[in-house]
């Protein structure tokens, strides 16, 4: 039943590793979304895709790529991770209305990078 | 850049009483706006929404109020309750063109017993 879930929720890892972390949305929308929080709770969007196709790229280090295999998914890889990285990423999703929309979020994806 | 901001980092109220958290805001394009609450551990959760044509909106035990004219936003909780304890974040966008949310620093309420 959740909407909008993320895998996976804690992730620990070493400076200069590889990861991905995945989103998944089931409410039919044609919007995804990449947001980082920081430390001190600030959100800010990184990426966005409608229908699969790239509409926001934030200044993000190119180290950040998301990928979208269809309009449920949402992935995001992260190459050669930094202290810096270490975040909460939330995903989120919404429904183009043409008159503003809501936009759900997922549960968060707690990185740490030592 | 343009973004939108709190008035107050933390809210501390007593149990059964009225809380009220400010947000102003610098884009004067943005026509929508929504509250959220975070609590710890959690993704922000939908609270509540208003569009730029309304100054007004209630909800289940919150009202969002819209003063367009000195951009601001405000969250109203009657009855605080423990529950209620959370960041509150407000945040914008506009109907078309960009779809991505602006967030505010948020707020934090605390609900004293």
């Known amino acids: 039943d959740t909407a909008v879930s993320q895998t996976p929720k804690y992730l620990v890892t070493q400076m200069g590793n590889d990861k991905s972390i995945k989103c998944e949305q089931n409410l039919g929308h044609d919007t995804m979304y990449w947001y980082k929080q920081d430390s001190k709770k600030f959100l800010k969007i990184m990426f966005s895709?409608?229908?699969?196709?790239?509409?926001i790229n934030e200044t993000v280090p190119n180290r950040f790529s998301p990928k979208s295999p269809d309009k449920a998914h949402l992935n995001l890889h992260i190459n050669s991770l930094e202290l810096g990285d270490s975040a909460v990423y939330f995903c989120?999703?919404?429904?183009?209305?043409?008159?503003?929309?809501?936009?759900?979020f997922g549960p968060g994806t707690r990185l740490l990078v030592l | 850049g343009e973004s939108v901001g709190l008035h107050l980092p933390t809210l501390s109220v007593q149990e059964g009483d009225n809380s009220i958290i400010n947000c102003a805001y610098s884009?004067?394009?943005?026509?929508?706006f929504i509250w959220y609450k975070q609590e710890s551990g959690k993704g922000p959760q939908f609270i509540i929404d208003i569009r730029s044509n309304m100054d007004k909106r209630q909800g289940q035990r919150v009202t969002v109020l819209l003063n367009k004219t000195v951009k601001h936003l405000s969250l109203q909780i009657a009855a605080t309750q423990p529950g209620d304890s959370a960041v509150y974040f407000c945040?914008?966008?506009?109907?078309?063109?960009?779809?991505?949310?602006?967030f505010g620093s948020g707020t934090r309420l605390q609900v004293q017993p």
């Open positions: 895709y409608n229908n699969k196709e790239l509409i």
């Open positions: 945040a914008e966008n506009m109907a078309t063109g960009r779809r991505a949310l602006t």
């Open positions: 884009n004067s394009a943005s026509d929508y």
């Open positions: 989120a999703s919404s429904q183009r209305r043409g008159q503003g929309e809501t936009q759900y």
